[in-house]
């Protein structure tokens, strides 16, 4: 299984009013996550895009634990934790200093560019 790391800290614009993390943003973490992951691996989503393949989330699961506040730094740990020929699935474990915040799942199908369901770059699914 593929996983990486990286480390986000919560910015005051990313804030409620009570200065907890809005759990809108943890969509856009698990974003981030997935791009450097694919980064640390040699590619990038730009690669993939002139390439004329495109991720789309299919399903989106996410369980919230415990509140994130602003200036928390965070570590978001993603793993792949399944891929098929069009598919690739993702666990996402959001942490503070060790304390698991939130948790979860994304499927990305991949399709062309008139959005149509289509086999992954060869180089995703090895």
Known sequence: MLVGEIQIRVRY?????MGLLHHANYLVYFEQARTELL???GRTYKDMEDEGFFL???KLEIKYRL???YDDVLTVRTTVTRTSPVRIEHKYEVL?????LAEGNTTLACVNR???LCAM???MTE
Request: hydrophobic share 40%; aromatic share 4%.
């Open 13 to 17: 614009a990313e804030t409620d009013s």
């Open 39 to 41: 980064r640390a691996g």
């Open 56 to 58: 789309v989330v299919a």
């Open 67 to 69: 509140p994130a506040h």
């Open 96 to 100: 503070r200093a060790g304390a698991l």
């Open 114 to 116: 008139e959005g149509k």
């Open 121 to 123: 770059p060869s180089w």
